[in-house]
Structures are given as structure tokens and as C-alpha cells.
């Protein structure tokens, strides 16, 4: 039963975004900024799942949890790469948005494709230092010859439980990160959208208001989906709500990221629609 739900969420999971990846790469009308950092979030929710579920497929299957120390850190460092990312890209999304809502008719210039791969090149990279240092640390721990993580997969709360030496190196970094890209990034998002919503108010029309904010309803949604979990989760010292928590973070919003911006996007239908017809 197990197996089945996993292999299910997995499956809609590539299912949700493997067809926006390709949507936007086929539909020249969704080359903008806002469907580059889109078609970049779907990306990573494929590759973030893929660090996590096959192996938990394999588990379910076989009943093997073992797992080497090197393909434990392997999978740290890709969890901790790609959810680092993805705060990062969804940070760069809010500023797409404010310059979208804030300055509307210097949009096109401002986000230019140079600046859309200065936000986007720096988020991939940083998370990928940021998992170095991170898997670095974890490779310094020291465990017992065989160590129990209270996980499905290479948790770094699990790991420092389990560490038998000095985890203070790894627990200041770990402070420190949550700040650059966790606390920052949502200070930025939350800065972004006083913004927003000041220039929507500033809207006369309450049609206008509506059309203006409902282009960033999408991303609000995805930001509370992916920051309310995290939050709760570092907030937490319950190992069973770590593992809840955990499954919510590395699922559900990977899963429900192409619903949301496919049911509450006109652009999106109608590029599907155009697509239909030109088969046709």
C-alpha cells in the first residue's frame, strides 16, 4: 500500500512537471521571465523528488534500509542542494513579480534575459556551496558501525542525533544557514509583496486590483506551501513530526507547484489550447 502511494505521488509528481518544462520550451509566447524561473522551479522539483523517492520505492519493495555512508552523503548533499534552490528561486520569482506589478512598463526591460540568469545562475550555485559545506561537515561526524536515522531518507536533524563526537561545527553552520537562506529570503518575499500590495492599492479600479494580484496568487501559494513546512520543521524536536513534516516538504509542494500555476494560469491553457490545435 505503501509502495503503491509513493510510486503514485511519484508519477504525478514528473507527470505535473515534466509537461510545463516542455510547454514553456516549445510555446515562444511563455519565453519571459516569469515562465524562465517557472520552467527552473519545475526542474527542481523533478530533480528534488529524485533525490529522495526512488530510494524510499526501493525500500518499500525490497525491505533493504541500508544505505553506505557514501551514498548517504550523495543524497544529503542533493537534498540540501536542490531545497536550498528552490528558496532561493522563489525569491528571485517575488522580485519578477515586483518588478511586474511595481514598474509594469519598464517590465520587459528590466527583466531582460541577462538579469533572469543572473538571478537564476547565482541560486543554483550558492545552494550548491551551501551543500558543500553542509555535506562536508556531515562527513566529519563520527557513528557507530551501524547508525539508525528516524527517516526515509539522510536527514541532517537524524545524522546529529546519531553523531557520537563534537556536532558543534555542523550546528553553527547549520545556524547560519538558515539565516542566508531561509530568514533573508522570506524577509525579501515578505518586502517584495508590501510593495505589491501597495501599488495594487493604489489600483482604482477594483477590477484592475483583482487582475493585478491575482499574476502573483500563484507564487504566494507555492511560498506558503513551501515555507510553513520548513519552518515547522526546524521548530519541531519531535522525530515523528519530523517525519510528517518532511514528507509534506519533499512531496506536496513539488506536487501541487503545476497545479497551481497551471489551473490559475490563462497563459497556460491557452498555450495548451494553441499546442492542441497546431496537432490537430
Same mark, same amino acid.
Given at each position: 500500500?505503501?509502495?503503491? &502511494? =509513493?510510486?503514485?505521488?511519484?508519477? $504525478?509528481?514528473?507527470?505535473?512537471?515534466?509537461?510545463? $518544462?516542455?510547454? $514553456?520550451?516549445?510555446?515562444?509566447?511563455?519565453?519571459?521571465?516569469?515562465?524562465?524561473?517557472?520552467?527552473?522551479?519545475?526542474?527542481?522539483?523533478?530533480?528534488?523528488?529524485?533525490?529522495?523517492?526512488?530510494?524510499?520505492?526501493?525500500?518499500?519493495?525490497?525491505?533493504?534500509?541500508?544505505?553506505?555512508?557514501p551514498t548517504c552523503l550523495a543524497q544529503l548533499y542533493m537534498y540540501v542542494w536542490f531545497a536550498t534552490t528552490e528558496s532561493y528561486l522563489l525569491t528571485a520569482m517575488a522580485i519578477d513579480r515586483y518588478v511586474a506589478v511595481?514598474?509594469?512598463?519598464?517590465?520587459?526591460?528590466?527583466?531582460?534575459?541577462?538579469?533572469?540568469?543572473?538571478? &537564476?545562475?547565482? @541560486?543554483?550555485?550558492? &545552494?550548491? +556551496?551551501?551543500?558543500?559545506? =553542509?555535506?562536508?561537515? /556531515?562527513?566529519?561526524?563520527?557513528?557507530?558501525?551501524?547508525?539508525? =536515522?528516524?527517516?526515509?531518507? /539522510?536527514?541532517?536533524? &537524524?545524522?546529529?542525533? @546519531? @553523531?557520537?563526537?563534537?556536532?558543534?561545527?555542523?550546528?553553527?553552520?547549520?545556524?547560519?544557514?538558515?539565516?542566508?537562506?531561509?530568514?533573508?529570503?522570506?524577509?525579501?518575499?515578505?518586502?517584495?509583496?508590501?510593495? $505589491?500590495?501597495?501599488?495594487?492599492?493604489?489600483?482604482?479600479?477594483s477590477v484592475g486590483r483583482w487582475k493585478t494580484f491575482s499574476s502573483c496568487s500563484s507564487h504566494i501559494t507555492i511560498v506558503a506551501l513551501y515555507f510553513g513546512p520548513a519552518i515547522s520543521l526546524y521548530m519541531t524536536d519531535?522525530?515523528?513530526?519530523?517525519? +510528517?513534516?518532511?514528507?509534506?516538504?519533499?512531496?506536496?509542494?513539488?506536487?501541487?507547484?503545476?497545479?497551481?500555476?497551471?489551473?490559475?494560469?490563462?497563459?497556460?491553457?491557452? @498555450?495548451?489550447?494553441?499546442?492542441?490545435?497546431?496537432?490537430?
Open positions: 500500500m505503501i509502495l503503491a &502511494a =509513493v510510486l503514485l505521488i511519484y508519477l $504525478i509528481i514528473l507527470c505535473g512537471n515534466l509537461p510545463i $518544462i516542455s510547454l $514553456i520550451c516549445l510555446e515562444t509566447r511563455l519565453h519571459t521571465s516569469m515562465y524562465f524561473f517557472l520552467c527552473n522551479l519545475s526542474t527542481l522539483d523533478i530533480l528534488y523528488v529524485s533525490t529522495t523517492l526512488p530510494k524510499l520505492i526501493y525500500i518499500c519493495h525490497t525491505g533493504d534500509h541500508l544505505m553506505s555512508h511595481c514598474f509594469p512598463l519598464h517590465y520587459s526591460l528590466i527583466m531582460s534575459k541577462l538579469v533572469c540568469v543572473l538571478l &537564476a545562475f547565482p @541560486a543554483w550555485f550558492m &545552494a550548491s +556551496v551551501n551543500a558543500s559545506i =553542509v555535506t562536508s561537515l /556531515c562527513y566529519k561526524l563520527k557513528f557507530f558501525s551501524v547508525v539508525k =536515522v528516524r527517516n526515509f531518507f /539522510c536527514d541532517i536533524k &537524524a545524522l546529529l542525533l @546519531a @553523531a557520537i563526537n563534537d556536532t558543534m561545527p555542523l550546528r553553527a553552520h547549520i545556524f547560519v544557514s538558515i539565516v542566508y537562506t531561509g530568514v533573508i529570503p522570506a524577509c525579501l518575499i515578505f518586502a517584495s509583496y508590501v510593495c $505589491i500590495i501597495n501599488s495594487v492599492l493604489k489600483i482604482k479600479s519531535s522525530l515523528e513530526q519530523d517525519v +510528517v513534516l518532511t514528507g509534506i516538504y519533499v512531496t506536496l509542494v513539488p506536487m501541487l507547484n503545476p497545479l497551481v500555476y497551471s489551473l490559475r494560469n490563462k497563459d497556460i491553457k491557452q @498555450a495548451i489550447r494553441r499546442i492542441i490545435y497546431r496537432e490537430k
